[in-house]
């Protein structure tokens, strides 16, 4: 019995290392159902869950910005300049 | 004459090298960097281009090598999974602390990405990361690569480099809870 609950329950970090993994690796069946079992007892790793994935939301649209800030032109007149001023 | 035609590649290609260095660094302000030294050393070594290959394809291998090394030189000052960060969000029990126990953000409408301000924190978070920290969280948006490819990429063991998110991502959203939602 002991052996099964110790399965079973895992740690608040153990759980939120499975939240970070699952986006770039797919979880084993025993890792799924662990971080489900614990989430639904862990309030705090619920919501952790949650806003994890809101922050890489807000990590792609700060990389798209990124894309759209670049001045390619004044990049290239940069460049100009230094290979001019050579 | 040198000047003229390297003047030309300059016009030609420099927005699709840029957007190449972007895709492999991560920073606007480093890729801009490297392809400018391209072509400074495009210039210095002109009489080597035979001619053998398209100008781009010349272009693009003296980059590639400006970008290896780029990574060298991270990988020398990489960071080391240290535990602080979380040695400071677990107890012995790895349990939350506490203080550092997430708290509801209730943004059920969901428009707390459109906020320029919430922008800003997390710019100023991610910048707060460790570099390399910073890189990975980042690696996914910036190439079409899967987690597998990623690794080999960055040179790093599939457990090593989802730790190192794990720790990027408690550090990130204890930020951004602390500049953020407690004002």
Request: aromatic share 10%.
């Amino acid at each position: 019995m002991r052996s099964i609950k110790h399965f079973f329950l895992i740690s608040c970090l153990k759980a939120t290392e499975l939240i970070e993994k699952k986006f770039y690796f797919k979880l084993s069946f025993s890792e799924r159902l662990q971080l489900k079992v614990h989430k639904s007892m862990c309030k705090a790793c619920a919501l952790y869950g949650k806003q994890s994935a809101f922050i890489e939301k807000g990590i792609s649209w700060q990389i798209k910005k990124e894309d759209l800030k670049v001045d390619i032109e004044a990049l290239k007149t940069r460049i100009h300049q230094m290979l001019e001023s050579k | 004459m040198t000047n003229e035609l390297i003047s030309k590649w300059v016009s030609l290609y420099t927005e699709d090298m840029f957007k190449w260095a972007l895709r492999k660094t991560s920073s606007a302000e480093i890729s801009e960097d490297l392809v400018q030294d391209t072509f400074m050393a495009a210039t210095e070594k002109i009489s080597s281009f035979k001619g053998d290959s398209t100008p781009k394809t010349w272009l693009f291998s003296i980059l590639n090598n400006k970008i290896v090394d780029y990574y060298r030189k991270k990988v020398k000052q990489a960071v080391s999974l240290e535990d602080s960060v979380l040695s400071s969000v677990f107890d012995k029990t790895e349990s939350w602390v506490n203080k550092r126990m997430p708290r509801d953000w209730s943004d059920d409408g969901g428009h707390l990405l459109d906020e320029e301000d919430f922008q800003k924190v997390l710019k100023h978070c991610l910048d707060a990361l460790p570099e390399k920290w910073n890189l990975c969280v980042k690696l996914k948006y910036l190439t079409d690569k899967n987690g597998q490819e990623i690794c080999q990429e960055l040179n790093l063991t599939a457990s090593n480099f989802w730790q190192i998110i794990h720790r990027a991502k408690l550090q990130l959203r204890d930020c951004i809870e602390r500049n953020w939602f407690n004002n």
